[in-house]
């Protein structure tokens, strides 16, 4: 069974930083493509970044673009999300997801039936 378990999340004040990590078990992270999507209460999941099976190809949604920083380990079969200069609007529930074999396209296009796993989230608030 495959598994993602997420955690580094927490409270900070806003301009503050975080770093999520996903570590995943039950299966070899090296060709899958990998990505973190976020739920804020009574908001519609969104898709945040994205990186493919070597981490050469990286995604970020516009929000955080320039702030976040998505890197894999896959040697630890670890997924990170370094996140800089947080705002009130990032607090939401983070998710890491596996996506299959050369699915970097459906992780970018928030085709979030084409993930295979998912975590069970870390919780991020940033205060103001």
């Known amino acids: 069974q495959v598994r993602g378990v997420e955690t580094g999340g927490g409270l900070v004040q806003a301009g503050g930083s975080l770093t999520l990590s996903c570590t995943v078990s039950?299966?070899?992270?090296?060709?899958?493509?990998m990505g973190w999507f976020r739920q804020a209460p009574g908001k519609e999941r969104e898709g945040v970044s994205c990186t493919n099976w070597s981490g050469a190809m990286t995604h970020y949604v516009k929000p955080v673009k320039g702030r976040f920083t998505i890197s894999r380990d896959n040697a630890k079969n670890t997924l990170y999300l370094q996140m800089n200069n947080l705002t009130p609007e990032d607090t939401a529930m983070y998710y890491c997801a596996v996506y299959g074999v050369g699915a970097y396209r459906d992780c970018v296009s928030n085709n979030y039936n084409a993930m295979e796993a998912w975590g069970n989230g870390t919780l991020v608030t940033a205060s103001s």
């Open positions: 039950g299966l070899t992270l090296g060709d899958h493509t």
